[in-house]
């Protein structure tokens, strides 16, 4: 049963975002394209948990504890009567060795530590169970979801805390065979009442440098004709609602400017003036929690994400996308 999804976190978006209207520079690419990867084996390990079910234990998805007034990040925490186990999800590709507490890709060392990052996520869940004197069991696992990682070591340590693409479905299915009743119950309760935001990441985009207006969700086009219902990307011909398309930019703008109150005038210059603002402000209002101040009002975005928005949402809508000359629901 999963208690906490995943979805895309702050730094991820935040590039994604910044990459549709800006030119990355070297350094933000390279941040775009670690972020990616990551995200994308944590979704591959959730592909096959799901495959393999999770009904009889608790799941947290890339969840923020606080513990000892520091914010711990956890990719996975699965719980059961039997206790907290951590799985440290790992995306590597390549050839890896790991020789006497070093990792190494070729013969270059690797500064990341990913056995170390395992003991002190456990060790930060020790910590919270001393705090309340709890008599649970707490285990973990790096996981190494990507089929093209390879690892070569003598460390026995190190074998038997790593799970490697090969054997990932078999060691998942090991928890069909756990149960989680009031113990676990009590434990989730523990975990949920820990759980804090990402205090780690704190960028936000220069608003004068960021290029304004509307985008084509399918080629990334600025050029947009402006239709009764719908904006049809005049590079690709892709057609998607206004609604679409103010959806995407608030979630944009909420990634890119984090310390920056939304307000209905910064939003249209935002979106290039491209949809009216009758029409924004009744997205704004539907979309975002309304904080009443007069000329100072601003709007907080209610979801995670763009995707978020449009699976929680009512998506009933009258007019449809269509990406490809095909209806996306």
Same mark, same amino acid.
């Given at each position: ?7 895309? =976190? $702050? ?16 350094? +933000? ?28 234990? !608790?799941?947290?998805? +890339? ?49 990341? +530590? ?21 008599? !649970? ?26 799970? $490697? ?7 998942? $299915?090991?928890?069909?065979? $756990?149960?989680? =009743? ?74 890119? !400017? ?9 939003f249209m210059e935002f979106i290039g003036y491209k949809v009216s603002e009758k029409t924004v402000f009744r997205m704004l209002n539907k979309y975002c929690e309304q904080h009443l101040k007069g000329p100072a009002t601003h709007y907080t975005f209610k979801y995670k994400s763009f995707d978020d928005a449009c699976e929680n949402n009512d998506r009933?809508?009258?007019?449809? +996308?269509?990406? *490809?000359?095909?209806?996306? *629901?």
């Open positions: 049963m999963i208690l906490f999804d995943r979805f895309v =976190g $702050m730094e991820l978006a935040y590039y994604r975002a910044l990459n549709r209207r800006v030119l990355l520079s070297g350094k +933000d690419a390279k941040n775009l394209s670690a972020q990616e990867k990551g995200y994308a084996g944590e979704c591959t390990y959730d592909r096959i948990f799901d495959e393999v079910g999770h009904g009889f234990v !608790f799941v947290f998805r +890339d969840v923020y504890l606080g513990i000892e007034g520091r914010a711990a990040q956890y990719d996975s925490l699965i719980v059961s009567d039997d206790g907290i186990v951590v799985n440290e999800i790992k995306n590597y590709s390549g050839n890896y060795r790991y020789d006497k507490g070093t990792w190494y890709i070729g013969k270059s060392p690797v500064s990341d +530590d990913a056995l170390s990052q395992l003991r002190r996520a456990v060790g930060k869940l020790v910590k919270l169970r001393y705090q309340v004197r709890g008599k !649970f069991n707490i285990s973990g696992k790096v996981i190494f979801p990507n089929i093209e990682f390879r690892l070569q070591s003598n460390d026995d340590e190190l074998w038997d805390n790593v799970v $490697m693409r090969s054997g990932l479905r078999s060691y998942l $299915m090991q928890f069909q065979n $756990m149960n989680a =009743g009031r113990v676990a119950e009590d434990i989730a309760e523990l975990i949920r009442s820990h759980i804090v935001p990402n205090t780690y990441f704190d960028k936000c985009a220069d608003f004068s440098a960021v290029r304004k207006g509307l985008y084509c969700s399918e080629c990334g086009g600025f050029e947009l004709e402006n239709r009764k219902y719908h904006l049809v990307c005049e590079s690709c011909g892709s057609r998607e609602t206004k609604e679409t398309h103010i959806i995407r930019a608030i979630s944009d703008y909420k990634a890119l !400017f984090l310390n920056e109150r939304l307000t209905n005038k910064r009933s809508w009258r007019y449809k +996308d269509y990406i *490809d000359g095909l209806v996306r *629901d």
